[in-house]
């Protein structure tokens, strides 16, 4: 069974950077996408960055295209969300998301598997 477990997020001011990990387990990642989405309260989940296991392709929202950068460590099943001059609408509950597949979703309700999530809040 996939399991997936995110960690690193916090409190940081206007400006400031993050980075989040997510360490996945229980399967195959080389044929898996990996995607981030986030949900602040009473908003819907939304995407934010995916990347293919196999290939390392990325894609990103438009709301943190620039800023934020998604990496994988193959030895250590571990793919990351480096998050670089956060704003205080990026406070939300980040979540890791994994889909075994040959094309990247961009829908959560596309992904199999996901995290438990980790809170990321900007002050401003």
């Known amino acids: 069974q996939v399991a997936l477990v995110e960690s690193g997020g916090g409190m940081v001011q206007a400006g400031g950077s993050l980075r989040l990990s997510c360490a996945a387990s229980g399967g195959t990642f080389s044929r898996y996408a990996m995607g981030w989405f986030r949900q602040a309260p009473g908003k819907e989940r939304e995407f934010v960055a995916a990347?293919?296991?196999?290939?390392?392709?990325?894609y990103y929202a438009g709301s943190v295209k620039g800023r934020f950068t998604v990496s994988r460590d193959n030895a250590k099943n571990t793919v990351y969300l480096q998050m670089n001059s956060l704003k205080p609408e990026d406070t939300a509950v980040y979540y890791c998301a994994a889909k075994s597949t040959v094309y990247v979703p961009y829908r959560a309700h596309e992904y199999d598997y996901w995290g438990q999530g980790t809170q990321v809040t900007v002050s401003s």
């Open positions: 990347i293919r296991w196999i290939g390392g392709s990325t």
